[in-house]
């Protein structure tokens, strides 16, 4: 699916699949007044937000991917169905639907009164324009599972609108709720072929917000869209300055340039935690929205062995590393999925720390120590992998430091090798690795887009898993969950799924990524989005400056 198009695209996880530099849409150069109206001063009375992003915003095509960012593109642009708490899917764009018995069919009732930002219509021909545009790229837009299975759009009249598949997939409206590919651009946005892949005519959606006033790579200003169907936003204004700089975005926001600073890595720990400490601002940290995990290649004749991946696992600290690597702002994790997803509440046994029992292991395995030696051999081959990690991350660098030193201890030698990100996405995609630090993609795409890729040959993670001794039986589990009508069924699927990856250790848990949050007093609430590619304005509320 999509393992790596989170951290080329939202700076968080990697996708290979996504690096796609469309540069269409917005200008590129100079300023550009999208809403023709629209200005950058304020009057007294504006009510406003203003907050920080690492990186422009982009070309704010719903089609596309880099370089547009999902916050953004999310304020414009509308689902049939939204993804909230504990992934409950409500009614958004659709007011209903309704699914066949067999599972191939899925006809939604549109709501009406909807429009476009500039006052056109929202309806079934408009939709089925947009499904067909991505559609038209299929390929592109492979990693999302609905894409594999699409066979048919109709329009049944105004405000219906139905889908058709050639087989069951339970997770259609999970994958109809992420930010992209499938949202919803106005008529006046289409390019006259109809091909968005070219790039849009202009940012026209259905959403509370529309981009006013752009410069690239300086500011974005998003103003209320009159025109919005749902409940006004609490205020009149946002707008995003653009600060690559983590150290120079604090600065900013202690000097009270910027109201809000969210997101994933945006600011170092360190600089949160300060903030934290200081009674002027406010801080919050959400519930876990992804799984930093290490990965363990077992296609690596050394590690296709259980007993050493075992070993490996219960042979670091990591309680004690993630807590003194992130000072508690990430939790050590138990299981390759946190239990704040569909179907992955279940009882997991932990795999402890454990040094004596992973030397006992080890040597189980046939690795021993040599006289005099402090690395462990077997069949003349020294038991020594590489950890390539991404060089920009302090947080991976500090952890591959830390488990280098614990597992040297345990007669395992380990070789560091920072990298790019490119580099390392070709390197998993290659199969091309002993240990890689990986992430899951969070909801609304988890568990089933997890599960996907264990699977799918080609994004690297399958590969991983060769040489476990169930693969073709996990595999036919995944097809079945993925395909099964019965929600008892899958729910012991995918227990079953869960159960077997812990037990393999080729995944291995090491914390519970969350985001973080820092602003301003007069901002007198913040709410997390259930959705982690979501913007956060819905759940703000503003107080007195």
């Known amino acids: 699916m999509f393992a790596h198009h989170r951290k080329s695209v939202a700076f968080t996880l990697a996708t290979t699949l996504l690096l796609l530099f469309v540069i269409v849409g917005c200008s590129n150069t100079g300023s550009s007044n999208v809403a023709s109206t629209a200005t950058s001063n304020e009057t007294a009375t504006t009510k406003s937000i203003t907050m920080s992003w690492p990186r422009d915003i982009g070309t704010m095509n719903p089609h596309t991917y880099n370089p547009s960012q999902l916050f953004a593109q999310s304020m414009l642009y509308e689902p049939l ?6 992934g409950k899917l409500e009614p958004a764009l659709a007011e209903s639907w ?25 309806n079934a021909e408009i939709v089925k324009k947009n499904f067909d545009a991505v559609m038209a790229h299929k390929q592109t837009h492979s990693w999302l599972g609905i894409v594999g299975v699409l066979d048919k759009t109709e329009v049944v009249d105004n405000l219906t609108f139905r889908l058709t598949l050639t087989e ?21 946005g289409f390019p006259d072929n109809g091909d968005t892949s070219e790039g849009i005519k202009e940012p026209v959606g259905t959403g509370p917000w529309m981009l006013a006033e752009y410069k690239q790579d300086e500011y974005a200003v998003f103003k209320r869209n009159p025109n919005y169907w749902g409940t006004a936003p609490n205020f009149d204004q946002v707008t995003v300055k653009i600060i690559p700089d983590a150290e120079t975005r604090v600065a900013a926001f202690e000097k009270g340039e910027l109201d809000l600073i969210y997101g994933e890595g945006v600011i170092s720990l360190d600089a949160f935690k300060q903030l934290r400490d200081n009674n002027e601002y406010t801080t919050q940290l959400s519930d876990p929205v992804g799984t930093r995990s290490l990965l363990l290649n077992s296609s690596n004749p050394k590690l296709s062995d259980v007993r050493v991946r075992t070993a490996l696992h219960q042979g670091f600290n990591k309680q004690a590393m993630v807590e003194g690597i992130t000072s508690g702002l990430e939790e050590p994790a138990d299981s390759v999925l946190s239990k704040n997803y569909p179907y992955t509440n279940v009882d997991l046994q932990p795999i402890a720390y454990d040094a004596q029992k992973s030397k006992a292991l080890l040597d189980e395995a046939g690795w021993t120590l040599p006289a005099g030696g402090n690395v462990r051999e077997k069949d003349g081959q ?30 395992v030698k380990v070789n560091l090798t920072g990298l790019e990100l ?13 240990l890689y ?12 887009s997890f599960v996907n890729v264990v699977a799918s040959p080609g994004f690297g993670i399958s590969e991983t898993l060769s040489a476990i001794p169930m693969k073709k039986e996990l ?5 079945a969950v993925l395909s099964s009508t019965d929600e008892k069924q899958r ?7 869960l159960s077997t990856l812990q037990e393999q250790s080729a995944i291995v848990p090491i914390s519970y990524i969350k985001k973080t949050a820092v602003y301003q007093k007069h901002i007198s609430q913040f709410v997390f989005p259930a959705n982690r590619d979501e913007n956060p304005f819905a759940g703000i509320e503003l107080g007195t400056p």
């Open 437 to 448: 630090f990986w992430y899951n993609y969070g909801a609304p795409y988890d568990p089933h």
């Open 382 to 411: 020294k038991l020594e992998f590489e950890m390539i990690f991404d060089k920009t991350d302090p947080i991976q660098k500090a952890m591959a430091e830390t488990i280098q030193a614990e597992w040297s201890e345990l007669g």
């Open 81 to 86: 169905v939204s993804y909230q708490k504990d």
């Open 422 to 434: 490119t580099v390392q996405i070709k390197r998993l995609k290659a199969n091309d690795f002993d």
């Open 475 to 479: 595999d036919e589990q995944i097809r």
């Open 98 to 122: 309704t699914i066949s018995d067999d599972g191939k069919v899925y006809t939604f009732k549109l709501r009406s009164g909807v429009k476009f930002s500039d006052g056109t219509d929202f």
């Open 491 to 497: 729910q012991e699927l995918y227990t079953s799924i």
């Open 168 to 188: 069951p997939y339970y997770p259609v409206l999970q994958d109809l709720s992420v930010v992209r590919p499938f949202r919803f651009l106005g008529e006046a």
